[in-house]
């Protein structure tokens, strides 16, 4: 027999699936509020309650209830981790990385015997800028998982945040040995550490290496050309650019804005706007084109050409063309 209490649950749980299906977000999420509150043991309500609050937009209250799930995940024998994952993601997408750093924590702590949440670990030191840290956390998922090419190449990303870049290159001479197929590609994301970090002449032999077994590599060459442009060497990004466009000339107006931007952020706007007038001849319809070209413009003290370009790129907004 039914029972008034059970009857009064399904009335709310109904209610609250047809809020939620109506869109009505912050309503369901008052209802599956209290369905959490009068039934705490029942954690679908909490999730639901989550959820409601992640679909208004009110990303601190979906925090608030995955906490107080990933709370009592941590209680289990067997570890979930659903909570954990949605709080990882949030975290991630709010930049939040202390608090990233603490669940983290927390998780392996609960749960050391489990790899995946040290790998996450690691990477959350990563991101809160805390690479001694990380280096620590990667150099132990190495010694656990020596045939793990892509541990190595965290590990090598860490070392090169922690300045310790002959290391760095070590880590990823491992990942090279453990998988030499992946050569070019991982030199590729040693030079991008690299380059983030400003060591361009590390990241330019990287780079090299990598065009050693794939020389006709066009987002290779275009990358080599951007290290060369911060490096002041123009003639030869220009060459670096050429050789992208000869390799695939589908895309070369792409590469000459490419080209073009990395010219403007190094103040030479100039041979910007020459860039942005390559990739404007090859692609007419690009209003991104003009508006970059627009902005060398202004750096160039050049209002009329800077507005004319702009005029160009607004009448090719969607608006112009309907």
């Not at 109904?14 to 705490?40: F, H, V």
Request: proline share 4%; net charge negative; glycine share 4%.
């Amino acid at each position: 027999m039914t029972t008034e209490p059970d009857t009064d649950k399904e009335a709310l749980c109904k209610s609250a699936e047809q809020l939620m299906s109506a869109g009505k977000y912050s309503e369901a999420a008052a209802l599956y509020g209290r369905l959490a509150e009068q039934y705490p043991g029942d954690t679908s309500f909490l999730l639901a309650q989550a959820w409601a609050y992640h679909d208004n937009g009110q990303r601190d209250e979906a925090i608030v209830c995955f906490e107080q799930l990933f709370a009592g995940e941590l209680k289990l024998k067997v570890f979930t981790g659903f909570a954990f994952d949605e709080l990882v993601r949030l975290y991630k997408d709010g930049r939040q990385y202390d608090r990233l750093v603490a669940i983290c924590r927390q998780a392996v702590e609960a749960q050391p015997e489990e790899y995946p949440l040290l790998r996450e670990l690691g990477g959350a030191y990563f991101l809160a800028g805390m690479a001694s840290e990380a280096v620590k956390i990667f150099e132990e998922l190495t010694c656990l998982e020596p045939d793990a090419p892509e541990l190595f190449c965290l590990l090598g990303d860490a070392l090169v945040a922690a300045g310790r870049f002959d290391a760095a290159e070590g880590a990823y001479q491992q990942a090279i040995a453990l998988d030499p197929e992946g050569t070019a590609l991982f030199c590729q994301r040693l030079a991008n550490d690299f380059i983030e970090t400003g060591v361009l002449d590390r990241a330019e032999i990287q780079l090299n290496r990598s065009l050693e077994i794939r020389p006709d590599d066009p987002l290779c060459l275009i990358r080599l050309a951007e290290v060369q442009v911060k490096d002041r060497r123009f003639p030869d990004a220009r060459r670096s650019v050429e050789a992208a466009i000869a390799s695939n000339p589908r895309f070369a107006a792409s590469y000459y804005n490419r080209l073009g931007r990395a010219l403007a952020d190094a103040e030479c706007h100039r041979d910007a706007v020459e860039m942005f007038d390559r990739a404007i001849a090859l692609e007419k319809n690009n209003a991104f084109y003009y508006l970059y070209q627009a902005e060398s413009y202004d750096k160039l003290n050049l209002p009329e050409q800077a507005e004319e370009a702009r005029r160009k790129a607004e009448s090719l907004s969607p608006r112009k063309r309907a």
